[in-house]
């Protein structure tokens, strides 16, 4: 905008930040929200190279931020209560977070109609990370010990198999069948063509009956797929239950990590059956952070920077 009006960078954004000043605030205070709120969603992010944190609480049903802070502890939460007001509040059924406890303790302590659900990319995430891939690596450093080199090599380059789906597996083998390209040819830098690896779901079959803790890893993934498809808390909560025991009945430290991990926030994960909501359109806010921080060379005047973030979050066609 500058460029085009021959203005001042400065002179630009300070005409910007008035505009979405008036939009957005009064008297020098952030204004409330106009409609009430079924949904809410709550995540930090990092500010200023990741030395510093903020925390966004949106709307989860118009992806619309209602709330920016510094921090990320429990007083941005009750701050954002008395900025919306306990009428207001009052309306939101249900809040999306990942598993920080002072998000979780400060709208349990101040609103208890709210229930509170757990993000479930962050427990497939955490199963996934900190079992299944951990578990291969911890087979990989047995075997290599135990002098069995070759059975340690056939598992590199394996956690894609171990931690996918088995109907993505399936997929990619039929793309192989079919021939598809995976990348095309480039001739300026000589670039191959690349088609789709077949031989997945043989391969993952494979590790399966050479190891019986990858198996039971399969039957947990597919208790965790069926648990998130539910509608029903009871039977949400009755199938974490049966992750739980078979994780504890493997003996194994990586598995009775997750079953603990699972039996400390069993609520927060069945209540997903209720609301099906996570904070995945936060994931969606972070992108739009970045693109504004590029925009912005970093944006060291936070205040314009929020107030940008307000803006971008906002649909062309409001409510």
């Not at 609103?111 to 911890?138: G, L, P, S, W």
């Not at 047995?142 to 070759?150: C, D, S, T």
């Not at 430290?253 to 699972?262: E, N, T």
């Not at 739009?288 to 979050?313: Q, V």
Request: glycine share 6%; with cysteine; proline share 1%.
């Amino acid at each position: 905008m500058a460029f085009i009006t021959g203005l001042d960078k400065m002179t630009v954004k300070a005409i910007h930040k008035e505009i979405l000043t008036k939009k957005y605030t009064h008297n020098g205070e952030l204004i409330r929200p106009e409609h009430f709120a079924q949904h809410l969603a709550i995540d930090e992010f990092k500010l200023h190279n990741g030395y510093k944190y903020a925390t966004a609480i949106i709307d989860w049903d118009t992806g619309h931020i209602l709330y920016l802070a510094h921090g990320k502890k429990k007083q941005v939460v009750y701050n954002f209560i008395d900025h919306v007001g306990q009428d207001w509040i009052s309306h939101v059924e249900a809040v999306a977070c990942d598993m920080n406890s002072d998000f979780e303790e400060a709208f349990k302590e101040k609103c208890h109609q709210i229930d509170i659900v757990y993000d479930h990319f962050h427990i497939i995430k955490n199963f996934n990370d900190k079992v299944v891939a951990a578990i291969r690596k911890d087979e990989q450093n047995r075997l290599i010990q135990a002098g069995r080199e070759g059975e340690a090599a056939a598992l590199k380059h394996t956690k894609y198999i171990l931690t996918a789906k088995r109907t993505t597996l399936i997929q990619k083998d039929q793309d192989a069948r079919d021939g598809k390209l995976v990348a095309k040819a480039g001739e300026i830098f000589n670039r191959p063509e690349v088609k789709a690896h077949g031989g997945n779901e043989d391969k993952y079959e494979a590790l399966l009956a050479e190891n019986k803790l990858f198996l039971t890893a399969e039957l947990i993934k597919e208790q965790l797929d069926e648990a998130y498809r539910t509608h029903d808390q009871v039977q949400m909560c009755v199938l974490a239950q049966d992750i739980i025991d078979i994780c504890k009945e493997t003996e194994n430290k990586r598995s009775i990590w997750f079953a603990h991990l699972l039996e400390r926030h069993l609520t927060g994960i069945y209540t997903f059956a209720k609301h099906r909501i996570s904070t995945g359109k936060l994931e969606g806010l972070n992108n739009k952070i970045k693109t504004e921080r590029r925009k912005g060379y970093g944006y060291p005047d936070d205040e314009y920077f929020f107030l940008r973030l307000m803006e971008a979050s906002r649909r062309k066609t409001v409510y």
